[in-house]
């Protein structure tokens, strides 16, 4: 699976942006897709993700302040951010689990990840 993030920048306190990760490749039809992030010096944080059957889930530190959504026709997750604070400065990823029709924010348990794009929140 291949996995394109965009939407990253500088945003100031109490912004939105909005995150979006083109995925191709899926050779299952059960598929959760997964938002994280890594800021420096911490470990990667699970925050959001959607299933092929739209379940959702959400880390206390991010619910109701982002929503992930996805579009079946653009083959296209996203992760609208609202309310930002500086602390969610950090490379935001999204990655892919095959063949699993549940939800999961546990970092090791997916397989194919993107290479990131940067959210940086000015105070």
């Keep these: 699976v291949q996995l394109v993030e ?38 990667r944080e699970g925050l959001s993700c959607i299933s092929s059957t739209e379940k959702t889930e959400y880390a206390d530190s991010v619910k109701g302040r982002f929503t992930i959504s996805r579009d079946a026709a653009k083959n296209t997750v996203y992760l609208q951010m609202n309310s930002l604070k500086p602390e969610d400065t950090a490379l935001y990823y999204c990655t892919a689990l095959e063949g699993y029709s549940g939800t999961t924010i546990t970092a090791y348990l997916y397989d194919d990840w993107g290479k990131g794009t940067l959210v940086t929140v000015s105070s």
């Design 6 to 43: 965009s939407g990253g920048g500088l945003v100031q306190a109490g912004g939105s942006l909005r995150l979006s990760c083109v995925v191709s490749g899926f050779t299952d039809h059960d598929y959760v897709i997964g938002w994280f992030r890594q800021a420096p010096g911490k470990e």
